[in-house]
């Protein structure tokens, strides 16, 4: 059975509980700001109207706790100061992009390594010459367009052509594309032409077409969040990946879909579907970047990864994502949702793709305040023979993936690697998602407190307004211990990877994506096999902006491996994906409907 964010929201998010307990000013630090003591937070005392020791007893329900009533009695001489410190904050109504939590998180630990120097080699493989079908063209990977736009075998407005007709001729189906930038994707693209022509070619990104997931700001172009009450936003400035690309020559094709605030593949305008099976969803939350990879419809795209935002949609989309380390690309211009989660990756149809997007757009950003200045390094010829990539049996073991799973540690020991069984401690990993909630509330808290939460589409348990509302709930003290758990897991793991060059499992059999999501490191997910199964609609709100009703027919589908590394080594990272994507065979099959 799949297993995407949303399940593991869905599977702990009843359970998870917050109360923002805010720091108090002390009476010194009141006093050294020369704040009239009847007109501090501290000078109420007592206890609000309406509260008294029975609410505590109410509340102790909530956390698990008991206190005694003379305990009672003596928090009540001091609650009202925590609430007017929470009311004093709530009052400073800090944007979604403004400042960063003082307690950013930072996935290096005193022990962990880093690459000294940056370098990029790319394979030594040769590029074929240009096909003529279009078609053939649209499909090829980045490595290969690349080529063939410095060769002179095609312009990069006539590339940008071949998208933007495949965008016209399929989006009505796969709902891929929130805004397209057709005049601004040619005029960069004419751009992109004269400036290679006159030897200035700025790289090999100079001229491709690609699209940016809607949450990532682009000045002037609507930047809407999936969500309804964004659906009219206009973004002021570009967000640092997107300046990077258009440093690089990359050419905007436009805005992709994500479901509503990087949640499930549906948003304001419909839902985005999966071009292997257009009966089901793409999956979520970066839903267009794989659905419009996956079928042609741009050169690459840009992703984002909470929880399994780029893995997902991968693994239902057939495409390669990339989730780099924590910190690795700039977040700055992006609609935050968890600061000490969210990262941004590419979403393309080749492993060295990944790395030849990541190199252009990563790179320490100050605006960014989760920043972080590794260089970033890939060798694509490097040598992989005896290469040690840890596993557990059980995870290639499964129903939902049958015989599959024989067939992905096959392919690792034709790509010359030797499999290492691991075992992972048996933790409570679970226990860590309400950082993620508690973050995303407060990301989101003007939503919440205004009540236009009420205008977002999917209201189940499950979904974001309820989550925002219970997460109010977490005690900060048990959110602190949550973050000490972090902290051990995040030892655990650098132990694993002391003993293994890699990890390597299907992408939603295992509790990697969770853990790794919380640890900070990289991880690569590309296709590594096919199932037959009907059409799965899952997720909340599955019923919502389809089509007619499941038929019984079976589609052969897409399913992925994912490949987990140490912390800041990508590079290595996308390395094993290409050794493992051409052992596979499989990376070339396109969804039937689509060319």
Not at 135 to 142: K, L, M, N, Q, R
Not at 203 to 231: F, M, N, R
Not at 286 to 309: N, Q, R, Y
Not at 545 to 565: A, H
Request: glycine share 10%.
């Amino acid at each position: 059975m799949k297993k995407s964010r949303r399940d593991f929201l869905k599977a702990t998010g009843a359970g998870s509980a917050m109360l923002v307990s805010s720091a108090l000013i002390g009476r010194q630090a009141v006093a050294q700001q020369q704040v009239p003591v009847e007109d501090s937070l501290l000078s109420g005392g007592g206890a609000p109207v309406g509260v008294s020791e029975q609410t505590f007893a109410e509340a102790e329900k909530l956390y698990g706790l008991e206190f005694t009533s003379s305990e009672r009695s003596l928090m009540l001489t001091s609650v009202n100061d925590q609430i007017e410190a929470a009311k004093q904050i709530r009052a400073l109504e800090i944007p979604n992009d403004g400042p960063a939590p003082a307690t950013m998180f930072n996935p290096r630990l005193p022990q962990t390594k880093v690459p000294d120097r940056a370098m990029f080699q790319r394979s030594a493989g040769s590029t074929p010459s240009m096909p003529t079908n279009t078609t053939d063209i649209a499909y090829a990977p980045v490595t290969h367009l690349s080529d063939w736009i410095d060769s002179g075998q095609i312009t990069s407005r006539r590339l940008t052509e071949i998208y933007l007709e495949r965008i016209d001729r399929y989006d009505g189906q796969l709902h891929a594309f929130v805004t397209v930038t057709g005049d601004l994707a040619l005029a960069q693209a004419d751009i992109a032409d004269r400036e290679i022509a006159a030897g200035m070619r700025k790289g090999p990104l100079h001229g491709i077409p690609y699209g940016v997931k809607d949450l990532c700001d682009t000045k002037g172009i609507p930047t809407t969040w999936g969500a309804t009450p964004y659906k009219d936003r206009v973004a002021e400035r570009d967000a640092t990946v997107v300046s990077k690309l258009c440093e690089a020559g990359a050419v905007l094709l436009g805005k992709t879909t994500l479901g509503a605030l990087a949640y499930d593949d549906l948003w304001w305008g419909g839902r985005t579907r999966n071009p292997w099976n257009t009966e089901e969803g793409s999956s979520g939350s970066s839903a267009g970047s794989g659905s419009s990879v996956a079928a042609a419809l741009s050169g690459f795209a840009i992703g984002t990864e909470t929880l399994g935002s780029i893995s997902s949609p991968s693994e239902r989309n057939g495409v390669t994502g990339l989730r780099p380390t924590f910190g690795r690309v700039s977040r700055h211009g992006a609609m935050a949702l968890c600061w000490s989660l969210d990262k941004i990756g590419p979403m393309c149809r080749a492993a060295e793709d990944t790395a030849l997007v990541l190199d252009a757009i990563g790179g320490y950003d100050p605006k960014d305040a989760g920043s972080t200045q590794v260089p970033f390094s890939f060798d694509g010829t490097s040598d992989l023979n005896g290469a040690r990539l840890g596993y557990v049996p059980q995870w290639f073991d499964t129903e939902a993936i049958g015989d599959q799973g024989k067939f992905m540690l096959e392919s690792v020991a034709t790509a010359g690697f030797k499999l290492v069984e691991i075992s992972l401690p048996d933790w409570p990993y679970g226990a860590m998602l309400p950082v993620l909630l508690v973050e995303s509330a407060a990301a989101m808290e003007e939503l919440t407190l205004s009540g236009r939460d009420d205008l977002l589409r999917l209201q189940a348990a499950e979904n974001w307004p309820n989550t925002f509302r219970l997460a109010r709930f977490v005690s900060a003290v048990d959110l602190l211990q949550m973050n000490r758990f972090r902290r051990q897991v995040m030892e655990m793991m650098h132990e694993q990877f002391e003993s293994v060059h890699a990890i390597i499992g299907p992408s939603n059999a295992t509790p990697m994506s969770l853990i790794t999501n919380y640890t900070g490191h990289p991880a690569i997910t590309i296709r590594g096999g096919f199932i037959e199964t009907k059409t799965r609609r899952d997720g909340i709100g599955s019923d919502l902006d389809f089509d007619g009703p499941v038929t019984e027919k079976m589609y052969e589908v897409p399913i992925s491996l994912s490949i987990w590394g140490p912390l800041y080594e990508d590079g290595r990272v996308c390395r094993f994906g290409m050794a493992l994507e051409k052992a596979l065979g499989i990376a070339a099959k396109r969804p039937p409907d689509f060319g």
